[in-house]
């Protein structure tokens, strides 16, 4: 048990050594390697699994979301937010169950852009709806290059991982 501290300050440390491109690059990349090991599942539609959600809210209070995730075997599916909301907490521990109940969100959005987050989001979804910019519909468009959920969750994960930590569809 005495090392659990230890990996925390590891990666508090290793947090505070990596700029905000950083982190956003190694949560992408975590994605990535989370669906080679299937333990992610592209799934439009779906934010985070709803059994892991239940496992999570079910939790103490002050377990950390990241064990629970770690614990998770089945394959989680996942949104392209959900994604990066969960390799935010796997890379960057610090979430407890009580914090992740009362802002699910907040860990990806510390580490990552609105416009990122909601351009990774509409180009996952294939949304379409009238007024979008032309930003939107360029990402839109990019979703729309890929006839499956995994091959573009990918593209989203692996244009973030080029771009330093952006969503440049």
């Known amino acids: 048990m005495a090392t659990k501290p230890k990996k925390t300050a590891a990666k508090k440390a290793l947090k505070k050594k990596l700029t905000k491109s950083q982190m956003r690059v190694a949560v992408a990349k975590d994605a990535l390697k989370q669906i080679e090991l299937e333990k992610y599942k592209a799934c439009s539609g779906v934010y985070v699994d709803y059994e892991l959600e239940d496992r999570i809210h079910e939790s103490e209070p002050n377990s950390q979301v990241q064990d629970i995730i770690k614990k998770y075997t089945k394959p989680c599916e996942v949104c392209a937010r959900g994604a990066l909301l969960l390799s935010s907490i796997r890379k960057f521990n610090d979430v407890t169950v009580s ?21 990774a989001e509409i180009a996952f979804e294939e949304w379409t709806k009238l007024n979008l910019t032309s930003i939107e519909i360029s990402a839109n468009l990019f979703g729309r290059k890929y006839d499956n959920d995994e091959d573009r969750l990918k593209a989203i994960l692996e244009n973030i991982v080029a771009n330093k930590g952006e969503f440049k569809p």
């Open 99 to 119: 914090k992740y109940k009362k802002k699910w969100e907040s860990k990806s959005k510390q580490i990552f852009s609105k416009q990122t987050l909601s351009l």
